[in-house]
């Protein structure tokens, strides 16, 4: 009994020092363990090396990240440059189009890689969050600024009543899961509409609505909505390239939140981000 209490002592020592990362092989003699104690270290050993190629891999990743960002950042900051100025030369209504076409592909290009960019720094870790108390008003107030200029553009009103509520949240990164949030909702909504932004206290999270009333999405298109690159049916002719809402969901779920969409098909959405408080 006593040898068989030791054996298991030993192998919980093991496996405490493989959860805590504190697991050596170098700490145990394979020539003076048990049958089952040698199964163990091997088991965790290879455990151990999965988990350093992971963290190698995960760090190529960053690295590879890294570069792209910079390579792709001044070739695009050129075409779009580029663009301006043929724009600005161009006056027949042909060159004009073709013109105009390059900057809405170049834009959203940018658009792209610094999505996929910002997505797969949170995804490994190279952008943490660091979600603190803050005032909830000030992140809608800036996330609006945001969108206005967009806004405007179609005429459409951005209604807000400022309410005295905090969360805990990362004040940038929640900015830009807002921003997405309403950005959608200017680009799916008819001109001369309102969107209303409201915000509701409950017991363990702040509620931040984002309500419009454009073209809405079907009934079959709203489980897969956060989805990466998706795309309703319905908006297959508008721009954008489905990243935003998948985003703004790994933000909020980082911080221990979550998004919650109703919709109808012709009658505007409902989007809803609990922040916890």
């Given at each position: ?106 834009d959203k290009l ?77 680009k799916y909504s ?39 690159f998706c795309r ?46």
């Amino acid at each position: 009994m006593f040898g068989d209490r030791k054996l298991v002592e030993r192998l919980d020592k093991m496996l405490e020092d493989g959860i805590n990362g504190t697991f050596s092989e170098s700490d145990y003699d394979e020539t003076k363990l048990s049958k089952l104690e040698c199964k163990w270290l091997r088991y965790l050993t290879a455990s151990k090396m999965s988990l350093q190629r992971t963290e190698r891999e995960q760090e190529k990743l960053r690295e590879l990240l890294s570069d792209i960002s910079h390579q792709t950042r001044t070739p695009l900051a050129n075409i779009l440059l580029y663009t301006q100025l043929l724009q600005e030369q161009v006056s027949d209504e042909e060159s004009i189009r073709l013109a105009d076409e390059i900057r809405t592909q170049a834009d959203k290009l940018d658009f792209l890689i610094q999505a996929l960019v910002k997505t797969s720094r949170l995804e490994t870790g190279t952008f943490r969050l660091v979600p603190r108390e803050h005032d909830i008003d000030s992140v809608i107030r800036s996330a609006i600024e945001q969108t206005m200029p967009e806004a405007e553009k179609k005429q459409i009103g951005i209604d807000h009543i400022p309410e005295s509520h905090t969360a805990r949240y990362d004040s940038k990164w929640t900015q830009e899961a807002l921003f997405n949030i309403l950005d959608n909702a200017v680009k799916y909504s008819p001109p001369q509409s309102r969107i209303t932004v409201s915000l509701q206290a409950f017991e363990m999270f702040a509620c931040i609505s984002v309500k419009d009333c454009g073209i809405g999405i079907a009934e079959e298109d709203l489980p897969r909505i956060f989805g990466r690159f998706c795309r309703g049916r319905n908006v297959c002719e508008q721009k954008g390239v489905g990243i935003g809402l998948y985003l703004s969901r790994q933000i909020i779920e980082g911080q221990g939140g979550y998004i919650t969409a109703a919709s109808a098909e012709g009658g505007g959405s409902e989007f809803r981000v609990f922040l916890p408080k």
